[in-house]
């Protein structure tokens, strides 16, 4: 009988069991559409690692050879060594010279290529090429076509023996490319014995451990007596680490948006739970007196919070893998290269929605006991009516001023400040996410005018082939009256002798000085390189903890030296994370300036049938990519602004209907003196309104907070200074307010249809 | 001779439909002068609330007529009956139905919200004696100040007609005679109509017509020609 009560019960309230459902189900949408996204990526990554024995470690250097890979093998927590000639080649002319990554093996142990198609890589085959699959699929080549690369200056033509894909190129985007362009990236396993002779060395030794790779430095620097450039771990390897980064983000949204929609859905069951057991005061004190168990009754009403939650999450989780978690992931794996990515779910949906269904009966438990408490003949009493006095808006100068509406609402206020807490959180939760969607494109809009206003200060850039010479390059600068740009991986350091948890890595950008490449300070404001100091970004400055006037230490991945360098001031810069510095302090050092870029106020479109040019883009190419790699930003702003708009609508509607329903009796009252429903609905309409704009106003400062958050999420390779636009403040504001209002005319019908006489007799 | 203020011509309620159908009012038809004091007496469920409701512009009939001043108020849509209600009908409440956020003063003065030209709100608290509990809320009066405040907003829209449904039901009877004694006063003395809704059959005595109803039906109606006052009626 209960449970028929129960339901009977719902029906009655529905709008505010559905507003619960709802939130409960958005919460666990959230969380399992971004947990299928990083369960499922995050499976498919384990699996394809563990199958291509996916290296923990990468050293760095020249003329590797079995002696040196059996003494790194040789060492304690190693656990298998793979020796490689990794070489930056071209795809034939008829490939657009695509930039192809040519690995060459005489064995396979270590980071074997995984086959999408055709046979195992086989470091014996000396006629065939495996290459990489999204490559090939750009370009339509499959199994058994010929394929002609140009590496060191060879033409290796081959049969294609497989399709591959390795976790090293999870994010592959060519250097020249702004963004993922597959026709023109591209990476290629082959023999070793493929090469002439002369030119089989190996320069990488990668190796797989037990535990941080980084931390068995000083036992890999012994072993190899020294001799090696770099040692790097996962973290640095963009085309694995920029997809942790990403799920990584992921995984904590999945937790906030979820935290978010719960902690609403918490304050909507306290406010229902709260108003339906006093409404139903004498209904429990009957049911007391009848001799039912109080257990038995806060069981009841607990099970109207357990059903509608447990209901929510239910549908939320298979929504979320099936709806938001599969659309997640068919973007995500469009854009990342990882076999077998699919929506992956686990028991953490179910734990969590058993917290969220035990959380909010412990809501509902503590909004009935109260009632539970009262001796039931008490109970069968009405409740005496709610206390008043003067409340604190009373203090205000103007109280007497005000109009009947406004002082009817702040006492309301002041009487139902659960309702108005509820309000105020819901719109204030509503503002941040907007102002995180919205502000996430003027973070966007502001990083693209800083990025390609302030910083590329130029029209147009020429990138050089690996065999441009400085001559070459000098010359184009002169005829196109540029500037020459130099680009190396080093490692930085605050000491001189670090150790290995010391070392960050990062890029050393080398400029003329002429202001056509910028660097930015702190503040975003284009500043000077002053000679003999260099530019650190921030992040790293920040990491190794660095400041202006410091020394920094550094080493390009090439050398065994460790330089050092003045701060002359430390800088940001969106994408590239590092030293920026002159380049006649670059050669005072010793370091030949090796141009590989150009950059120039004029057109330099001719330039691009120069031999020694791979590409030139102008600032339109450059900006239109910009746009095409925000695509999946733009997915994740979309999905912002419309949990917004569902939780602004959700809490402003609910606390209306809260607030008519409690008020319900005093409508009628006003309306049997002669009140128009357009008057009554004023009074809703004009206190929504109120904890709307507070909660805005409290929203405004807070939404940079999680935005940047959002931002600082990417990792420590991407630097984006959040910035959310006066527009989109007025933006997010007028839409919290016009929800306000427009809920407000929602309840012109409910008004209309009070019934006086019913609600008057009613509530007696 | 007084003018008719108020006819209900032939006037039926039903509520509910097909089997759950239920007469309220059944053929129901009489008139009431201007400034009378009115009692509709009967049991519970005899349809005499229904009747003042309909009377209020809060509930109109299924069937028949009712008119205030000759105007229809059985054809009025929603907003002329706002404006009715707000120009024509001062109601009290059994259980006063203040609003509990406002206070005494507030309560009365809200009135001015609806009709600009309402009566000054301390005048009408002074007239029921409750000028030195003005600024007091709702739950901190007892239940005939509540009352008094429910008939200084009645009075405060300088009605033409003053409903009262059960209003002293909710009383002890020292207090229902104060408020009683009031509502004749502004018949008697201020020429306000006054109806009242009640089951005490003593009340009537005060009256100067009695619409004594049963089952929905006019049992009897009785002009007193020479009401008791207040307090010599037995509570």
Avoid at chain 2, 171 to 197: A, F, R, Y
Wanted: charged share 25%; hydrophobic share 45%; net charge negative.
């Amino acid at each position: 009988m209960l449970m028929r009560k129960m339901l009977r019960d719902m029906r009655s309230s529905f709008a505010q069991f559905f507003s619960i459902f709802i939130l409960a189900a958005v919460a666990m949408w959230c969380y399992t559409g971004f947990q299928a996204n990083v369960i499922g990526g995050g499976r498919a990554r384990e699996e394809f690692e563990k199958k291509t024995n996916f290296s923990d470690g990468w050293i760095y250097g020249a003329a590797f050879d079995e002696d040196r890979a059996e003494a790194v093998k040789a060492i304690d927590d190693v656990n298998d060594v793979q020796l490689r000639s990794e070489v930056l080649g071209k795809a034939d002319e008829k490939y657009n010279t695509a930039e192809l990554y040519c690995y060459f093996q005489d064995t396979k142990s270590v980071t074997v290529p995984f086959v999408i198609k055709g046979v195992e890589f086989d470091p014996g085959d000396e006629d065939g090429v495996w290459l990489f699959y999204r490559f090939a699929d750009a370009w339509g080549l499959s199994v058994g076509d010929s394929f002609t690369s140009h590496v060191l200056g060879q033409d290796i033509t081959k049969t294609i023996r497989g399709l591959i894909a390795t976790p090293e190129y999870e994010f592959a985007c060519a250097s020249t490319d702004a963004d993922t362009d597959f026709h023109n990236i591209g990476f290629a396993y082959m023999s070793v014995n493929v090469l002439p002779e002369e030119l089989r060395g190996f320069n990488e030794i990668i190796f797989t451990c037990k535990g941080d790779p980084l931390k068995l430095e000083d036992d890999i620097s012994s072993a190899l007596d020294g001799n090696y450039a770099f040692l790097a771990d996962r973290k640095s390897i963009d085309g694995y680490n920029r997809l942790t980064d990403e799920l990584n983000q992921h995984d904590g949204f999945s937790y906030v948006f979820s935290a978010i929609f719960v902690a609403i859905a918490l304050l909507v069951i306290i406010t229902t739970m709260k108003r339906m057991v006093a409404h139903q005061r004498t209904q429990i004190g009957t049911l007391n007196a009848l001799g039912m168990k109080k257990r038995k009754i806060m069981t009841h009403y607990i099970s109207f919070s357990v059903i509608i939650t447990a209901l929510g999450c239910l549908v939320g989780v298979i929504l979320g893998i099936f709806t938001f978690g599969k659309m997640m992931v068919d973007i995500f794996s469009d854009f990342y290269s990882v076999p077998g990515w699919g929506p992956g779910y686990d028991a953490k949906s179910v734990i969590l929605s058993l917290i969220i269904v035990l959380i909010c009966a412990l809501a509902a438990f503590l909004s009935c006991k109260t009632i539970l408490k009262i001796h039931p003949s008490e109970a069968l009493r009405p409740a005496a009516a709610k206390t008043s006095k003067p409340c604190i808006f009373e203090k205000l100068p103007f109280w007497g001023r005000l109009s009947f509406t406004a002082k009817y609402d702040l006492r309301d206020i002041a009487r139902s400040k659960l309702r108005a807490v509820m309000g105020i959180c819901g719109t204030m939760m509503g503002m941040i996410i907007m102002l995180m969607g919205i502000g996430a494109y003027d973070t966007v809009e502001y990083v693209k005018d800083w990025y390609f206003k302030d910083i590329q200060n130029y029209d147009s850039q020429v990138l050089f082939t690996d065999s441009c010479t400085p001559d070459q390059a000098f010359g184009i600068a002169d005829k196109y009256s540029g500037e020459l740009i130099s680009a190396d991986l080093i490692s930085i350091a605050a000491e001189e002798h670090p150790t290995s948890d010391d070392i960050v890595s990062c890029k050393l950008t080398v400029t003329e000085g002429k202001g056509l490449f910028c660097v930015s300070d702190t503040d975003l404001n284009v500043t000077d390189l002053e000679p003999g100091t260099v530019a650190l970004t921030m992040k790293q400055a920040r990491k190794i903890g660095l400041e202006k006037g410091d020394t920094v230490y550094w080493k390009r991945s090439s050398d065994n030296t460790w330089n050092k360098s003045r701060i002359g001031f430390i800088s940001r810069h969106p994408s590239i994370m590092g030293i920026t510095m002159l380049r006649a302090d670059y050669e005072s050092l010793g370091f030949e300036f090796k141009p590989q870029m150009l950059v120039s106020k004029q057109n330099c479109d001719s330039a691009e049938d120069l031999e020694f040019v791979s590409a030139v883009h102008s600032m339109s190419d450059l900006r239109a990519a910009f746009d095409k790699s925000m695509e999946i930003m733009d997915l994740l702003v979309y999905f912002m602004i419309f949990f917004a708009c569902l939780l602004i609508i959700v809490v402003l509607y609910n606390s209306g209907n809260l607030s008519f329903n409690e008020r319900e009796k005093e409508f009628a009252t006003l309306k049997v003196l002669g009140f128009k429903s357009g008057a009554i609905r004023k009074l809703i309409s004009v206190q929504n309104l109120w904890l709307s704009i507070i909660g805005v106003i409290i929203g405004i400062p807070l939404g940079q907070v999680p935005l940047q958050a959002m931002m600082d999420s990417n990792g420590d390779q991407i630097d984006w200074p959040c910035y959310v636009s006066p527009l989109t403040y007025f933006i997010a504001a007028a839409f919290v307010m016009a929800v306000s209002v427009i809920v407000g005319f929602m309840f012109q019908k409910r008004i209309k249809r009070i019934n006086m006489i019913e609600v008057l007799k009613g509530m007696e | 001779m007084s003018k008719t203020q108020v006819e209900f011509k032939d006037v039926v309620r039903v509520f509910g439909k097909g089997d759950g159908k239920q007469v309220a009012v059944d053929h129901v038809s009489f008139t009431i002068d201007e400034g009378e004091f009115v009692v509709i007496l009967g049991r519970s469920g005899a349809g005499k609330s229904t009747v003042l409701n309909m009377l209020g512009g809060m509930d109109t009939p299924t069937e028949g007529k009712v008119f205030v001043d000759g105007q229809e108020v059985s054809a009025m849509n929603d907003n002329q009956l706002s404006v009715y209600r707000a120009d024509t009908i001062g109601f009290i409440f059994q259980f006063y139905n203040l609003i509990p956020g406002l206070t005494a003063f507030e309560n009365v003065a809200l009135v001015k919200d609806i009709k600009k030209d309402s009566l000054d709100a301390d005048e009408m608290l002074e007239r029921v004696g409750l000028s030195d509990q003005k600024n007091k809320f709702p739950s901190q009066m007892s239940g005939g100040q509540q009352q008094r405040v429910s008939i200084a907003r009645a009075l405060a829209k300088n009605p033409k007609i003053i409903l009262g449904d059960e209003p002293t039901g909710a009383l002890d009877s020292e207090t229902g005679l104060i408020v009683l004694e009031m509502l004749q006063k502004l018949s008697t003395e201020d020429g306000n109509t006054v109806i009242l809704v009640t089951h005490n059959a003593d009340i009537a005595k005060c009256a100067n017509k009695v619409i004594h109803m049963r089952n929905g039906k006019i049992k009897s109606i009785k002009t007193n020609d020479a009401p008791l006052s207040v307090r010599e009626i037995e509570w």
